[in-house]
């Protein structure tokens, strides 16, 4: 679908398209075989447009009268979507090509319902557009914030689970997914900028300064995120080895009480025929109670000296 804006907004057909007037459009891959020529755009670029998803490579082209972008999206639903854009004087052409919950086509039609028409300009509806793209995930940093926060909270607490470590490796997986999501938009935003076939209005390109401010923090956000991550899984090393200490202590302790009692049965089962407490008629209960004295003995030592 098409959209001419003028006086006001319409949705024309392709053969309406006037390239003095600013047109928006949507098309599927398949409808860019028909159309894309027609509007001058390089068949490789065409082709590229056509790449299934195992294959699929982000990048920036930027040829004589256009831009070409092929650009991974992640949806609300945390899917990728694919797309790419060409973006030349008057006109932006977005090409949806995975699209797993619509979300490409209806943030098209709510960025064409967005802006009045009198400040519509092609700088602003590539930014507006990208820009709605991103608010899909907008609550991202936030809720990886909060787990983040909630495992901190159990390594504390002394609560982390067997699982702890998967679940955190697939929270820094997906900061680490949403950091190369931001860089690869702020490529293709730093590439218009630049402007270097001029197909954009400088006078418009606050807007792309401002959507790489966002970007810019997001980033951040990730960077921090990240950082978050990392001390997280250092405290809970740390909490694995200072529990593995208190198990080493404990047995330890246990050791030390009961070694002599190795000592007391080493000694008395050697049988010496001139041993006093061999033939003796109380010999067995004395060795009892003098074992039991040395354990006894030593676990009051053992809590004064407070090793457990």
Known sequence: MFFEIDNDVKE??????????????????????????????????????????????????????????KLTIVNSNDEEDYISLYIRENLLLIVDIIDKDDSTINTFLNVVKKYPVEKIN???????????????????????????????????NGTADGKFTARLFAIKKKILRYYNYYGQIAD?????????????????????????????????????????????????????????????????????????????????????HNMPELYWKYGYLYVILLSVAVVLALVWIGKKKKWF
């Open 122 to 156: 092609i700088s602003r509806i590539v930014v507006g557009f990208i820009d709605a793209l991103l608010s899909d995930t907008a609550k991202v940093p936030e809720q990886l914030q909060n787990r983040l926060t909630g495992m901190e909270e159990s390594v504390l």
């Open 188 to 272: 293709f935003a730093l590439t218009i900028q630049a402007n270097e076939n001029d197909v954009l209005d400088d006078e418009n390109m606050i807007f792309v300064s401002n959507l790489l401010g966002k970007l810019s923090r997001l980033s951040d956000n990730m960077n921090l995120l990240s950082s978050t991550a990392d001390h997280i899984q250092d405290a809970y090393t740390a909490f694995l080895d200072l529990n593995m200490n208190n198990s080493m202590k404990f047995f330890t302790v246990i050791t030390t009480i009961f070694f002599p009692l190795t000592i007391i049965v080493g000694w008395y089962g050697m049988n010496f």
């Open 12 to 69: 024309i057909t392709f053969t309406e398209i006037d390239r003095e007037k600013l047109t928006i459009g949507c098309v599927t891959a398949k409808e860019l075989l028909e159309y894309g020529p027609a509007l001058g755009f390089n068949e490789d670029t065409v082709s590229q447009s056509q790449t299934a998803k195992f294959f699929f490579r982000s990048g920036i082209e930027v040829h004589s009268f256009y831009t070409f972008a």
